[in-house]
């Protein structure tokens, strides 16, 4: 029995892990949740996971909850709620499916605590990667990548040696606008930038998509867990989303992983790694599909993309900003508060403005990222 500590329960990652482990009762138990505001979410989960401890966003969702929750159930809140929830318990493995950067602090609290990381917050490398896999070597902890592209370079890495790799390719779908040109961008809405064509996910990371700055942050996060150059990193548009991503090897053999774009696929992955599992999924059947489509990455269509291999390589304090900036200019589009091509344009305004620094701790990190959303939020 597997003890699971679940970050961001309520999101769809979250969601989809419980449907994971609720078709698994004999292999894992979750001892742990933590959602943000969704207070009618988290207790009908509590009522059915019984977990010895729920973190909600605030003191008042918190005291709003208690009386719901099972006999016995501790409740917490904020940070400090978050990261006793990651690291306070005896969990085996946490689950980090919060979106944003939020997710660091209690991400590295689970390192310390020696937990396996299931890691579905791309923003935690991409704001901090350097300090994470380090901590996680020092810890001797395995980050296991939940993202399905992350999952799928895991997976096709497994028994090869890593200088046999020439390189990776994060297959992208392309998003709810990949047929437009950037002309037929001008006033689309939000509704129409939330209808993704292949997956079912959060808001944030289905406008990410859109936008393509997804796969930027996913092209951060690959440097960092697979320890490659940007140079090593590719991206290709795959519209049915059936290769989740595959590696090239210096004798130019490719090895791909495939599947039906089903996130519980990754997500069991992940918890019962190096096992493999019948999972409720549906099946690939390519004689069915027929066929498979390809497009080279457009970076003049897709600029958000391109700002993010920059970023990246500028490195240091840069993808913290670009990541910080994006989190802002998203939830202004989702407002309505700005046009969906502002958000590149605030992305841009504002690492042109960044004098990028050295990062080294958590008080730096925090310090330039609160100047990244200060300047995105008024821009």
């Not at 809140?77 to 979106?99: C, F, H, K, N, S």
């Not at 590295?108 to 996680?136: C, F, P, Q, S």
């Not at 590149?344 to 403005?353: K, N, S």
Request: glycine share 8%; charged share 20%.
């Amino acid at each position: 029995m597997k003890k699971i500590s679940l970050l961001g329960s309520t999101g769809s990652i979250g969601t989809q892990t419980l449907d994971v482990v609720k078709h698994q009762p004999d292999r894992f138990e979750i001892v742990g949740l933590s959602a943000g505001s969704n207070v009618e979410l988290v207790i009908e989960q509590a009522q059915v996971f019984k977990p010895s401890i729920v973190s909600l966003a605030t003191k008042e969702l918190a005291d709003q909850a208690r009386p719901h929750l099972p006999t016995g159930t501790k409740v917490v809140y904020g940070e400090q709620g978050l990261i006793e929830v990651a690291a306070g318990t005896d969990a085996d493995m946490v689950v980090t499916a919060i979106v944003g950067s939020m997710g660091l602090p209690a991400t590295l609290a689970a390192i310390d605590a020696g937990k396996t990381i299931g890691l579905a917050n791309k923003e935690t490398l991409v704001t901090a990667g350097h300090i994470v896999m380090e901590r996680a070597k020092q810890r001797k902890v395995a980050i296991l990548p939940i993202d399905s592209e992350h999952s799928a370079i895991f997976q096709c890495l497994n028994g090869e040696q890593r200088q046999g790799v020439k390189g990776i390719t994060l297959t992208a779908s392309g998003g709810s606008f990949r047929d437009r040109s950037r002309a037929e961008l001008e006033g689309v809405t939000v509704t129409e930038a939330l209808n993704h064509p292949n997956w079912s996910m959060g808001a944030k990371i289905t406008i990410d998509s859109a936008t393509m700055i997804n796969k930027g942050l996913e092209v951060i996060e690959a440097r960092w867990l697979f320890d490659l150059t940007y140079d090593q990193i590719d991206v290709l548009i795959h519209p049915e989303s059936i290769i989740h991503s595959y590696v090239e090897f210096n004798d130019h053999s490719i090895v791909a992983q495939l599947g039906m774009p089903d996130m519980r696929v990754p997500i069991q992955y992940a918890l019962t790694y190096p096992e493999r599992i019948v999972t409720p999924t549906e099946r690939l059947n390519l004689a069915s599909i027929g066929k498979l489509n390809f497009r080279a990455m457009d970076f003049e269509r897709f600029p958000c993309l391109r700002l993010a291999f920059e970023c990246g390589r500028m490195g240091q304090s840069a993808p913290t900003v670009l990541n910080a900036a994006n989190e802002v200019a998203v939830a202004r589009f989702l407002n309505g508060e700005i046009t969906f091509l502002d958000i590149e344009r605030v992305l841009e305004t504002i690492v042109g403005r960044h004098e990028v620094c050295n990062i080294n701790d958590l008080e730096t990190i925090a310090e330039v990222d609160e100047w990244a959303r200060s300047l995105a939020a008024s821009v």
